[in-house]
């Protein structure tokens, strides 16, 4: 039995070492490459927490420090998610800020 732990441990490892970085995420390849043309090489860690949670289509609240990333950790999956037109009418997207500085 801890042998069988033992082996999908690995595995599991093997998987998180060979998608690094912004290439884990699966987004569009014009987002990627926007990505990698800015200068971005890897998450912050606040992005490694939220992006997969807003990719699941959750609701993400966000609390971090200044400068840590939060902005881009919701605003890569609706830009990844807008790719695909909505036959809905109506808002696709809502960005709420605390105030108009921030805008």
Do not use: W
Not at 23 to 31: G, N
Not at 34 to 60: C, E, F, N, Y
Not at 61 to 79: A, D, E, Q, R
Request: net charge positive; with cysteine.
């Amino acid at each position: 039995m801890a042998e069988e732990y033992n082996d999908a441990m690995g595995s599991v490892q093997k998987q998180k070492k060979q998608a690094s970085g912004f290439a884990q995420y699966s987004f569009m390849y014009e987002l990627y490459k926007a990505i990698m043309v800015s200068g971005l090489k890897m998450p912050t860690p606040v992005q490694r927490k939220v992006i997969p949670v807003v990719m699941s289509g959750k609701d993400a609240i966000v609390c971090y420090k200044t400068g840590s990333g939060k902005t881009l950790s919701y605003l890569l999956p609706m830009i990844n998610k807008l790719k695909c037109h909505s036959k809905i009418v109506g808002a696709r997207a809502l960005i709420l800020i605390p105030t108009r500085d921030l805008a």
